[in-house]
């Protein structure tokens, strides 16, 4: 499958999660279905129709009635699949509250990225996600250890985001100023002391990254002088752990700040990580619309829409967190066709003041897609997490991109 086409299954999946979540029921009648790839149809249809059977006993009439047409509603859709899909299905069925005291059938039918595990039915006042919203979680993790002999921290790089999970203060002198065999005896115990801290160290470090070890694509250390290079020569770290570490960096801090100047040291060596990657992509739009000219830089939905009409970008650069959508609204008055988007729609017909109705609705991104597809452009996700994701969000509209020419026809 082509890059595009993942982040763009990527994206329809947790935007899908995101409605499912907003809905509620009035009662328990809101049924979550999980279907794992080895389940035979069949065997599900025959296990929702005793389902069927015990929720006809269901005292609330309207409860009953809606569960019963919920159960329905899946059985008759199961009918259309010969086989379970290669990652399972998942329904989300059931009557949703609306205005007032009014309810309305909603349906929701996922084939989600990663296969199911579990099958699972369920029927509540909610939509159940946690197997869904586990495969939402980044993949990309990095163990971080920053050390001297003063002080330790651990972390963890989840995709984009610095996650500290301890400090530690340690007790080891720093020098001393005994002779003869004073002397001896106090670098002894200034050896104790540290053997000790570095232990303590290592054991936090086996207790916190052990569980991620299958996830764990590498474990960065760093930090000021030799003492890194003697932690790792040394068996602190269980020898699972020991396999994943790259080379040490020298830093200059030991503290959150160290670990994210070793974030910033690792990502320039390793190119393949997500947050050099979105480094790179944000580096390289900042460097062209610095330029006099403004040079290949571009931002801005309507100016990078145009562009891709044009068939002149080479790269766009969208938010993750981008929440937009278009409208075409028709006046039922006097049938005025009206276009809107957001905090731009309007509240009624600007020709003849009556209400209006929403005759099409289109996703940003989806159209943003489309285009790209189209002009053969590429699409990157920038996480909001990042300090670049950010910046494209807060700056740039969280759209923006790099064109293969200039034209001066195109404006921000």
Not at 149 to 171: D, F
Not at 353 to 368: A, N, T, Y
Request: one cysteine or more; proline letters at 4%.
């Amino acid at each position: 499958m082509a890059e595009d086409d993942v982040q763009m299954r990527k994206y329809e999946f947790k935007k899908a999660i995101t409605e499912i979540a907003e809905q509620r029921g009035r009662g328990t009648e809101l049924i979550s279905l999980y279907i794992p790839p080895e389940k035979q149809i069949y065997d599900v249809i025959q296990y929702l129709r005793e389902e069927y059977s015990t929720s006809s006993n269901i005292k609330s009439k309207s409860t009953r009635k809606n569960v019963l047409a919920a159960i329905e509603s899946i059985m008759s859709r199961l009918k259309y699949y010969k086989t379970t899909p290669p990652t399972g299905l998942v329904f989300f069925v059931g009557h949703v509250a609306t205005r007032g005291d009014q309810t309305e059938m909603f349906t929701k039918i996922v084939e989600p990225p990663e296969p199911i595990q579990t099958f699972s039915y369920k029927c509540d006042s909610v939509f159940h996600l946690d197997q869904l919203r586990v495969q939402l979680e980044n993949k990309e993790i990095y163990g971080l250890i920053v050390i001297d002999r003063k002080e330790a921290t651990l972390g963890l790089l989840n995709g984009t985001v610095i996650q500290p999970i301890l400090n530690e203060q340690s007790l080891v002198p720093s020098k001393h100023h005994q002779g003869g065999q004073s002397s001896r005896r106090y670098e002894r115990l200034i050896e104790i002391a540290a053997h000790e801290f570095f232990k303590k160290v290592g054991n936090a470090a086996n207790e916190a990254f052990m569980p991620k070890i299958r996830d764990m694509k590498a474990i960065f250390v760093g930090g000021p002088g030799a003492t890194k290079n003697y932690f790792l020569e040394k068996d602190y770290l269980r020898n699972e752990l020991k396999q994943k570490v790259a080379d040490p960096f020298d830093l200059g801090y030991t503290d959150e700040t160290g670990l994210r100047e070793l974030v910033e040291k690792a990502s320039g060596a390793i190119k393949d990580m997500q947050i050099s990657r979105e480094k790179d992509l944000i580096n390289r739009f900042m460097m062209e619309i610095k330029k006099p000219d403004g040079g290949l830089g571009i931002y801005g939905e309507s100016a990078v829409i145009q562009a891709l009409r044009g068939k002149r970008i080479d790269t766009v650069l969208v938010s993750e967190g981008l929440d937009k959508s278009h409208q075409t609204y028709i006046c039922q008055n006097c049938g005025n066709e009206t276009k809107g988007a957001g905090d731009l729609s309007p509240v009624s017909c600007p020709k003849c003041g009556g209400p209006l109705k929403v005759e099409e609705h289109e996703d940003v991104v989806e159209f943003i897609f489309k285009l790209a597809e189209e002009s053969g452009a590429k699409v990157e996700f920038i996480s909001e997490e990042s300090e670049e994701g950010k910046l494209l969000k807060k700056a740039f509209g969280g759209i923006a991109g790099t064109l293969r020419y200039v034209s001066d026809s195109v404006t921000a």
